[in-house]
């Protein structure tokens, strides 16, 4: 990513879309120019409004909605110019769940000085499927997790165009969350904990959190100093990461951080999501209508900007030890 640090009047106009009051007038900076062309609240819209489409059918391992979206993010990522994974046929590992072949979709930017160190961005495409019963039978996931897929797919877009990232990266779409994060565990199997330095799950980011827009949490806060690193990239913004005010939650251990977390990579989550209120959780109302956009594109960007200085080596976050 970065080779330098942004000063901060720019990096105030990469967050706020461009509009700085200052009177000093900035070049656009290749970041600035790609953040907005990559990671625009249209594109976010677009992006997002078609894993939750109804066409999508909710997304389940091992159903046609599930295959479509599976593609659609391959898709995305072929068009994208991302490399493969060694060790698996294209973008896709597959393994087997429930006696049924299930995809994960991976691609990578390789890293230019430090190709064999990796930072890991995740979130999952799987959800709950259809019900029986009722008018609306689609859990359409826009929320959960489409706002994180959708994340996933801006940044490859992003840091494939910026083309300056010293380390490898890896983008995970996974499948089997929602049934106990199969996906993730057949993931780990890929690859060497001790070569991946961070990972950044992302999960559920399509509603502002309790402390309102332009900020999210971070789950595990304390258990490395991801969180600290992070913060300190986006100073000079109007943007916040919070440790997960949900502790009795443990939402640390409840996404597809947690594999790899326990394997010692600082692999946390980053969410929005209200989890004492969030009334359309695991509902078939969580729609995309219900989600603010404009918000998830500022922590998609914002979180762009916080990886930065993980990605171009300057900083390598603590291993979490704790069994
Ligand atoms: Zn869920």
Not at 18 to 39: F, W
Not at 40 to 60: F, K, V, Y
Not at 124 to 151: E, K, P, W
Not at 295 to 323: L, Y
């Amino acid at each position: 990513m970065l080779s330098k640090k942004l000063p901060s009047l720019l990096l105030l106009a990469l967050l706020t879309g461009c509009a700085t009051n200052s009177a000093v007038q900035l070049k656009p900076a290749p970041e600035h120019t790609i953040a907005n062309a990559t990671i625009s609240t249209q594109a976010t819209e677009q992006i997002l409004s078609t894993l939750a489409s109804d066409d999508m059918q909710g997304r389940q391992d091992g159903t046609p909605g599930g295959e479509k979206a599976a593609s659609f993010i391959e898709s995305h990522f072929q068009a994208a110019g991302l490399s493969t994974l060694t060790g698996i046929d294209g973008y896709r590992q597959v393994y087997s769940y429930d006696e049924q072949p299930i995809s994960n979709i991976v691609g990578v930017i390789k890293g230019k000085s430090r190709p064999d160190e990796f930072v890991v961005f995740g979130a999952h495409y799987d959800h709950l499927g259809m019900t029986d019963q009722g008018v609306d039978r689609i859990f359409n996931g826009a929320n959960d997790d489409a706002s994180g897929v959708t994340a996933l797919i801006q940044l490859a877009q992003y840091y494939k165009q910026l083309g300056n990232n010293e380390r490898s990266i890896i983008f995970v779409a996974f499948s089997g969350e929602e049934a106990g994060g199969f996906g993730s565990k057949a993931f780990s199997t890929l690859i060497d904990p001790d070569k991946v330095v961070a990972m950044f799950n992302i999960e559920m980011i399509g509603t502002p959190s309790k402390w309102g827009r332009n900020s999210a949490y971070i789950t595990g806060f304390d258990k490395s100093d991801f969180g600290t690193i992070l913060q300190r990239n986006l100073k000079g913004s109007n943007f916040h990461f919070y440790p997960d005010p949900y502790p009795a939650q443990d939402l640390f251990y409840r996404s597809d951080n947690a594999t790899l977390a326990a394997q010692g990579v600082p692999a946390h989550t980053i969410s929005t999501s209200k989890m004492d209120n969030e009334p359309y959780y695991h509902t078939v109302d969580d729609e995309i209508e219900t989600l603010d956009i404009p918000n998830t594109t500022a922590i998609i960007k914002a979180i762009a900007v916080s990886a930065t200085s993980i990605i171009n080596g300057q900083s390598t976050p603590t291993r979490i030890t704790e069994k």
